[in-house]
């Protein structure tokens, strides 16, 4: 029963995900501006980047490889106002 139940939830929370993405607003700042925008902040080479809602807001997110660690940099979509940028460590902690 409880492996039925994981698998609803699982199911679930995918569908979720897939209908929040359908309802996302085109980003007003292009993903080329982002990434030279996060680039200029952290330099390195970007090892992820996606579109995401996260904390109320859509944002670029982009992981970038820096000497030791991971940087994280988020640049809302929108605004092009950067809404985080701190260290994940030497590994990707998402």
Known sequence: ???LLV???AAS???GTAALAAKAP??????ARAEAMALKLAPGKITD???EYEN??????FDI??????QEIGINGLTGKVVENKSEGKVDHD
């Open 7 to 9: 698998i609803v939830v």
């Open 56 to 61: 109320g807001g859509w944002r670029w997110s």
């Open 26 to 31: 085109a980003p007003k700042i292009s993903k």
């Open 49 to 51: 980047a996606e579109y």
């Open 1 to 3: 029963m409880k492996k």
């Open 65 to 70: 490889q820096q000497k030791g660690h991971i």
């Open 13 to 15: 929370l995918g569908a």
